[in-house]
């Protein structure tokens, strides 16, 4: 095995592990990354107690790791290349600074894009509670968005790794920089994606399982040039039905 082929099962293997420990943190209490409401029909309340009791509810505290053991769930399986980019572009004595401020950038992007996102849920859930208008209207826009040439400038930067330095306190700057644009991109790409999950009534954990799929399959093609087009699903097609081909008897092809 090479060297990098090494360095690529390293990170890939502890990645995967991340992933299978948030999983099964989210099947065991599915609920718990599901923001609370006050229930239908307890009458109309003034704004500032509305207010009070969805923070009473939704406790800031709890609605952050919430959001964050989401984003490790969905979002981990894309890190595997930018980590790998550092791992193999950093002294050993540096690759787990490096890593840990690559992954501190990253993650402060995505829970600053959060505040808006945990805003938006509790604010539909609150004036629409029982309704999947405020889902399918997000769908919606989440199918434009995903046609979109916009969404494809996204793509393509999300696959840019950035020059990092190798010393010093400029390395630990581009390390966390990279993160930071990184998540940048990566948000900009997915938060349509992401919310779409949180605003359904049920099937919250399903509705995840399938959108994480959706952004790691995307994130296999290569850079395009921007335009409208249908992307999701391509390549992992492609290589199930290469496999597929592979395995078929020659007399049955």
């Known amino acids: 095995m090479t060297y990098g082929a090494r360095e690529l099962a390293w990170v890939r293997n502890s990645v995967v592990l991340i992933i299978a420990v948030t999983w099964i943190l989210l099947l065991v209490e599915p609920g718990g990354i599901v923001a609370h409401c006050p229930v239908p029909g307890a009458g109309p309340m003034p704004l500032r107690a509305s207010v009070q009791m969805l923070l009473a509810m939704n406790p800031p505290a709890s609605l952050a790791a919430s959001w964050l053991l989401m984003l490790a769930a969905m979002m981990a399986p894309v890190l595997i290349p930018p980590i790998r980019y550092i791992r193999l572009r950093s002294f050993t004595h540096r690759r787990a600074r490096s890593i840990v401020l690559f992954v501190a950038g990253y993650a402060a992007t995505w829970m600053t894009l959060g505040i808006p996102l945990l805003a938006t849920e ?9 309704s999947y208008l405020p889902a399918a209207g997000l769908g919606f826009i989440a199918v434009v968005w995903q046609f979109s040439p916009i969404k494809q400038r996204c793509l393509n930067r999300c696959h840019a790794h950035s020059e990092l330095a190798a010393f010093g ?23 349509a994606l992401m919310l779409f999950p949180m605003l359904l009534l049920s099937g919250h954990v399903v509705a995840m399982a399938t959108v994480a799929v959706l ?19 391509g390549k992992v097609k492609r290589t199930l039905v290469a496999q597929a081909r592979i395995r078929l008897p020659i007399s049955a092809r």
Do not use: N
């Open 122 to 130: 509790l604010a539909v859930k609150s004036f629409a509670p029982q």
């Open 215 to 233: 952004i790691f399959s995307e994130r296999l093609e290569q850079p395009m040039p921007p335009c409208w087009r249908l992307r999701g699903l």
């Open 169 to 191: 306190a400029t390395a630990d700057f581009d390390a966390l920089r990279f993160g930071v644009t990184h998540g940048i991109w990566c948000a900009g790409s997915c938060w």
